[in-house]
């Protein structure tokens, strides 16, 4: 398989990753000691002789070397690893069947770790897409998934993963906004602070775009923490605050003007008490008062009529 062109640069062509076949490693280790035990029964007939021979000797050595070449071409892979080999700097393949495998002597090997692998960015101080200074850390979860471009792409495949999740949250935290506010033309808005699952979905296509390069899927990324600078935060908490208080207000003066009308509209359909313009004023804003107070409201029981002189 050749390689194909690279994403970023098609002039330069990009490696891909292609399987090599590989030889049961312990069919080679019999090989290897049988070849060997050959030449040590050679040695032995050859110094019973008495008469060593020049051409004894070579078979001797021919055999040894050949043992040697052998066994130089065993390894061992354990589940969830990677052989990538190489001859004379030429990539030939990847080998990932797990246990003892053999191969031709000369080729390089260099094994890599296919697990999964957490990466816990630190705290980065960033302007949401407000401009708001916030702190904001992700944690990725990432594996190695083309070992050609792990190895060849890149110079360190795992400090680039690291250099770009860096890079990724920063640019997500420019994307969206720390929290909604109070403006109707922002409402509904996915937000870092109640977005959580769209936010985590757009950091995941984000660190995949970045690291497709060299061969590494990401499977999954959250926000691990999210707050603003503390420069702010003092100040941002009493606008919250503010906000609640105001929210819960609209709330208690709503509830208030609701049961003032279902009282005035209960006394009028009954015909317990006609009451003119004058007195449904003074009804409602004592009604207001009392539902809507902070503190407990005393009553003051008139006892005599509503109507003065």
């Known amino acids: 398989m050749s390689p194909t062109a690279s994403p970023r640069n098609p002039d330069r062509p990009?490696?891909?990753e292609r399987p090599i076949p590989t030889y049961n490693g312990f069919v080679m280790l019999a090989i290897g000691l049988v070849l060997l035990a050959t030449a040590a029964w050679q040695v032995v007939s050859l110094v019973g002789?008495?008469?060593?021979?020049?051409?004894?000797?070579?078979?001797?050595?021919?055999?040894?070397?050949?043992?040697v070449l052998v066994l130089a071409g065993l390894y061992t892979l354990q589940p969830n690893e990677a052989?990538?080999?190489?001859?004379?700097?030429?990539?030939?393949g990847t080998s990932r069947v797990p246990g003892l495998r053999g191969t031709n002597p000369f080729y390089t090997r260099r094994k890599l770790s296919l697990r999964a692998r957490n990466l816990n960015g630190e705290r980065l101080k960033v302007n949401d897409k407000r401009g708001n200074p916030i702190e904001i850390a992700a944690v990725v979860v990432w594996r190695v998934e083309d070992t050609a471009k792990a190895a060849f792409e890149v110079d360190d495949y795992e400090n680039f993963v690291k250099v770009q999740s860096e890079a990724a949250v920063r640019h997500l935290a420019s994307a969206f906004a720390y929290d909604e506010d109070d403006t109707?033309?922002?409402?509904?808005?996915?937000?870092?602070?109640?977005?959580?699952?769209?936010?985590?979905?757009?950091l995941v296509r984000e660190l995949q775009a970045r690291l497709d390069q060299a061969g590494v899927v990401v499977e999954e990324a959250r926000?691990?923490?999210?707050?603003?600078?503390?420069?702010?935060?003092?100040?941002?908490?009493?606008?919250?605050?503010?906000?609640?208080?105001?929210?819960?207000?609209?709330?208690?003066?709503?509830g208030a003007v609701s049961m003032v009308e279902m009282a005035l509209a209960e006394l009028s359909a009954k015909k317990v008490v006609e009451l003119d313009?004058?007195?449904?004023?003074?009804?409602?804003?004592?009604?207001?008062t009392v539902l809507c107070a902070e503190s407990d409201v005393q009553p003051v029981i008139n006892a005599g009529t509503l109507y003065t002189g």
């Open 49 to 67: 002789a008495g008469r060593p021979s020049l051409a004894g000797i070579a078979t001797i050595v021919l055999t040894v070397l050949v043992a």
């Open 14 to 16: 990009a490696h891909v």
């Open 277 to 288: 313009d004058e007195r449904k004023a003074a009804m409602v804003q004592n009604l207001m």
């Open 223 to 254: 926000l691990t923490h999210l707050a603003y600078a503390p420069e702010i935060a003092q100040v941002m908490l009493r606008r919250q605050q503010a906000e609640a208080i105001i929210a819960a207000r609209q709330k208690i003066v709503h």
């Open 184 to 202: 109707g033309s922002r409402a509904g808005e996915p937000t870092l602070l109640g977005a959580g699952d769209v936010v985590g979905q757009a």
């Open 83 to 92: 052989a990538i080999l190489q001859l004379f700097g030429a990539y030939r």
